[in-house]
């Protein structure tokens, strides 16, 4: 058996009813075994998002030898069932707290802050800006907080003040902005119109 790409299904559960949702899990399983394909049972997750406020309703947990899990992660970022960004935060930032660590030695080599600003851009603000427009905006002001103080961190040990992620996020949503503006075949393009104002 050959093992394929990652990929992903996602299923929707409307009126209580899962028979559509389960009957496409199984047409995985079965297309996989169809064309020599395994499941990798250790790294297939379900995770089931409730928008209910009582989560009364209880999901029969999908079998395929995997288990049913709280949050799970995707191209690098961590979603929760809760859809909430405590997980992927918290992960990102002792990340980021380890990288310091080398900062802390490039400022005892004696580099340049120059040299030391383009570390922290490739090596901690990277780590805590990826995937920013998909999360920032949903995250708790302690969250933001915490983000804020590794920031605040890294400016003290190169001598320097540096943006805020807040910073970061507004100038990489504005630059997202513009290039669906300029680029007419965007599948987003009709969603956005130019103010008068500019």
């Known amino acids: 058996m050959n093992t394929g790409a ?5 299923g929707l559960i409307t009126g209580n009813d899962e028979t559509s949702y389960r009957r496409e899990a199984e047409r995985l399983v079965e297309w996989c075994g169809d064309h ?24 029969s947990p999908l079998l395929i030898g995997g288990e049913e899990v709280s949050n799970f992660k995707f191209l690098g970022v961590t979603v929760a069932d809760d859809l909430s960004w405590r997980t992927n935060i918290t992960s990102d930032v002792g990340k980021a707290q380890q990288r310091l660590f080398y900062l802390r030695k490039l400022k005892r080599a004696k580099l340049p802050q120059g040299l030391m600003v383009n570390f922290h851009h490739c090596a901690v603000e990277s780590v805590l800006t990826y995937g920013l427009l998909v999360w920032f905006s949903s995250c708790t002001r302690a969250e933001k907080e915490t983000l804020h103080r590794v920031v605040k961190a890294a400016g003290r040990i190169i001598g320097k003040s540096l943006p805020e992620i807040s910073t970061v996020f507004t100038s990489r949503c504005l630059r997202r902005v513009n290039n669906i503006l300029q680029d007419q075949f965007h ?3 009709h969603l956005f119109q130019r103010l008068p104002s500019g």
């Open 187 to 189: 599948p987003a393009h």
């Open 6 to 10: 990652p990929q992903t299904v996602l």
């Open 36 to 59: 020599n394909l395994a499941l990798n049972t250790t790294k297939t997750k379900e995770v089931i998002i409730d928008f209910h406020m009582a989560r009364h309703l209880s999901h």
